[in-house]
């Protein structure tokens, strides 16, 4: 008879007590599977969240070669659908009481403009409405740890975004690299809002930018991007390397007071100006709770 991930977490949180859970989305490959990995070995339970069972399964079986005792449990979800989003929320509402760390981690750059049945971007939706609802939908396991942390994990492409709100989500003149830019813009006035609203609480919420790692991210996309990145994997950081910022940010005690922040290498930089822009950052929130349907 199979054990429930309930059943199971509670038999081993039970042994150990003051185990960490971190949530990492995109665990399957990457940035996530290299930062799911550095953080088993570090003896924290890792709620993977991945969209497919297959790839899913493959990644904690790949990480626990290395790490047999590694506590890993797997969460299916397909981020670029706000219903799906909901529904893993609940899963983990249900299964994890306490939630010490959440790496929104997940990201894609898409090729061709690809609305979903929701009826949005497809990159807008998994890299922005996706953190926004699910980090929003966990503040209370969140909030339940003796010093939260939520990480979004974003990029230099950010200064290259500029959000038109009149077509966010539903683009007029569509190109898979602006779209990407604008998302990455809007995860770091996400960031810097939500610490704004968590100011006086226990959790900290900061963003990072990776660097250019050499993983499986632009493949779905066109043949330009899909050709400049094979290129440019000659002179990209690995998986392992671009992990390092993700990790230091979810486990350093040197960070468990600073909130509102954007880290590269494991530094605090300054990032675009659009980014401060508050009155811009509240327009975005309100637009997210619209376009998620989410409601404080």
């Known amino acids: ?16 007590p003051d185990r960490k859970v971190v949530v990492i989305t995109g665990a399957s490959s990457g940035i996530g599977k290299a930062t799911a990995e550095a953080l088993a070995k570090q003896g924290v339970m890792i709620a993977m969240v991945c969209r497919n ?39 983990l509402n249900d299964n994890y009481p306490v939630i010490d760390v959440l790496i ?13 049945i929701e009826g949005w971007e497809q990159s807008w ?8 609802l699910l980090t929003n939908l966990l503040m209370g396991p969140l909030l339940a740890a003796e010093q939260g942390r939520v990480i979004n994990v974003s990029s230099e492409a950010h200064r290259l ?8 989500g539903k683009p007029k003149n569509y190109s898979a690299i602006t779209s990407y830019a604008d998302s990455k813009l809007a995860n ?4 810097y809002e939500l610490a704004r609203r968590t100011e006086f609480t226990n959790l900290t919420i900061n963003c990072l930018h990776p660097g250019v790692v050499a993983t499986n991210f632009g493949n779905s996309s066109n043949l330009l991007i899909r050709s400049m990145m094979k290129v440019g994997r000659l002179f990209m950081k690995s998986p392992r390397e ?8 979810a486990s350093s005690p040197s960070v468990k007071s600073i909130s509102g ?16 822009n508050t009155h811009t950052a509240l327009r975005l929130w309100k637009l997210s709770e619209e376009q998620t349907g989410y409601q404080n």
Request: proline content about 4%.
């Open 188 to 191: 770091i006035l996400f960031t």
């Open 53 to 91: 069972k297959e790839r899913g399964e493959k990644a904690i079986s790949k990480i626990k070669e290395k790490t047999p005792e590694a506590q890993l449990r797997l969460h299916l979800a397909d981020l670029s659908l706000m219903e799906e989003v909901r529904t893993l929320a609940k899963e």
């Open 242 to 249: 671009g992990a390092k910022t993700s990790v230091f940010l």
């Open 125 to 132: 939706a998994t890299n922005h409405l996706a953190p926004f």
């Open 104 to 116: 929104n981690n997940a990201g894609m750059i898409p090729g061709k403009q690809y609305i979903t």
């Open 261 to 276: 922040k954007y880290f590269k290498n494991s530094v605090p930089v300054k990032s675009s100006a659009d980014s401060y």
């Open 1 to 16: 008879m199979r054990v429930s991930v309930a059943e199971d977490l509670y038999a081993y949180m039970t042994d150990k």
């Open 161 to 168: 975004g500029q959000l038109d709100f009149d077509n966010a």
